[in-house]
Nanobody
Framework: VQLVESGGGLVQPGGSLRLSCAAS????????MSWYRQAPEKERESVATITSSSGSTNYADSVKGRFTISRDNAKNTVYLQMNSLKPEDTAVYYC?????????????WGQGTQVTVSS
């Protein structure tokens, strides 16, 4: 099982980045996909989630209206389009896949990609 994030980097405030997370080793479509982030000395927080069936989405208040999560089940990939980036968006961004497996949540994590917003 692998989740491989890409697309991070250094961007100026107000700029945009698009993160990708390519999944392999498991059946992608039934999984709820999420992006989390963790800034230095802070706890990991959920940023955006997209469901497996209807594709409905949910966002942290801090990114609503600026970030968009989407998925392409044919490509086993989830994306995070980040616009109007702010310095406080600086963090390591992680991809998460989870599904209910009889009696527990089965979770997979990527290795993370660094996003730095700075002038």
């Amino acid at each position: 099982v692998q989740l491989v994030e890409s697309g991070g980097g250094l961007v100026q405030p107000g700029g945009s980045l698009r993160l990708s997370c390519a999944a392999s080793g498991f059946t992608f479509s039934p999984y709820i996909m999420s992006w989390y982030r963790q800034a230095p000395e802070k706890e990991r927080e959920s940023v955006a989630t997209i469901t497996s069936s209807s594709g409905s989405t949910n966002y942290a208040d801090s990114v609503k209206g600026r970030f968009t999560i989407s998925r392409d089940n044919a490509k086993n990939t989830v994306y995070l389009q980040m616009n109007s980036l702010k310095p406080e968006d600086t963090a390591v961004y992680y991809c998460n896949a989870r599904t209910w497996d009889t009696a527990y949540w089965r979770n997979y994590w990527g290795q993370g990609t660094q996003v730095t917003v700075s002038s």
